[in-house]
């Protein structure tokens, strides 16, 4: 400035706010056919971010492709028929577990590994930007997948020095129990638990619990002592309150309407019409291969739940917040439905159990579709952490005002910084309470922010350079439970 006078500048001016973090993006866990960046870097055990299915092929490639048996049979004068057989002994891979059901000739199989299907669920129901965490490529080993245990949870000690992931699914661990014997639910059930003690130990991420089925449980029929077996592997989990409220466990699988991945090269014919693959099939035996290309291409996958629940998790979210309950609503997409048809009995025994440790149910409504029919967290017992919104939305809130108030390290501990702190976090918590993600009919009901000294600290506190900050918030429960009482009122004269 050269003479006395007035100068004006524009300087740039960021108010304090809490900007809310987001909430459903999930890492899926497990085995892929590659793990590779366009640059040739490896993928394997490291976090990977995707923004779509082509993202993941492009990195990770595509599901693995099946080996299918087929027998075809031709009465005279008649088409050739073709039905899928057993793989003959000693071959690799073993038999696929299947359902053929009985009110549909459509056959379903388990495929040997699973989490390039779930990450496809997790698209068609409504998912966006999500993880993917490749513990190795696909392999066997004995005749069966090739799927360590340790493998699956070695992913979490690398997972803590990640902040992004808020959802955890590991498909792949229901392929270690196929059937409902104890030592093989307890393999599962230690993935499970690894889990829930991840999320409770980093406290911003939530665990998807897919509960296995055995392969007596997916017959059409199935003794209610067979289901029972199935949902045993919750006496299998943690009995920590702590960890079991930040997951939540759902069953049965889901009938998919994805196709299960096979190749004409992996399709074996054994017949007395023609020994030999489908590929080889088609120019010497055109019967033959149109009956069985006809066969296979009807095949679908019979998948865990956990692709599904997240990406209706994000459906939720992005429509209507992390407050509300990811169940009911509308149905979820790309299911046939579940496996196995829950009663309004069975569904008791599911989500209610002495324990605590309530399953959410996958269920099929005549004329309505496929819903998620159940919101409860594993801490089924615990009033504060019953259900899946309320401790997503207090993880949301926690994690939200945590970062704002990072820039306050080092500050100074006095009354304007105070003023500060219980400002920008009264603006975004009363922002939530307009959106309906607070209970109360005004501000102070639905929430409290507390700081200063005499209030939240002494002066001990300030000497020792303890800002506490003290927040209460009344959150919104689901009508889980809803009662018509009806009575009717006699004519008056």
Known sequence: MKIPGVSVEEAPFVPLAVVPVDTAIPVFIGYTEKAIDPEGCPLANVLQRIESPADYEQFFGGAYRETLYVDVTQAAGAPAVARFVDAPAGTIP????????????????LPSFLLHYSVALFYANGGGPCFVFSVGPYAFRDGAPDISSAALEGAFPILEAHVGPTLIVIPDACRLSLTAVSTDIQTVADIATAALAHCRKMQDRFAIIDVPVSQAAIVPGAASTVLEADIGFRSHLTDDVEQLKYGAAYYPYVQSLLPYVTSPDNVHVTSTLYEGTLASAQTTHPDVYDAVNRLVGETQALLPPGGVVAGYYARVDSIRGVWTAPAGGVPIEAVAGPIINVTDAFGEILGSDPSGKSINVIRSITGRGTFIWGARTLAGNDGDDRYVNVRRFLIFVAQSIEKATARFVFEVNDADTWTSVRGMTDNFLATLWRTGALAGNKPEQAFTVAVGLGTTMTPQ?????KM????????????????????????KP
Do not use: H, K, N, Y
């Not at 506190?461 to 350079?465: H, P, T």
């Not at 927040?471 to 009662?483: K, L, Q």
């Open 94 to 109: 073993a038999p696929t577990l299947t359902m053929l059901a009985a009110s549909s000739p459509v056959p379903f199989f």
């Open 468 to 491: 506490i900050v003290v927040i209460g918030v009344a959150v919104v429960r689901p009508a889980e439970f809803i009662v018509l009482r009806i009575g009717q009122w006699m004519p």
């Open 461 to 465: 506190d300030i000497l020792d350079g």
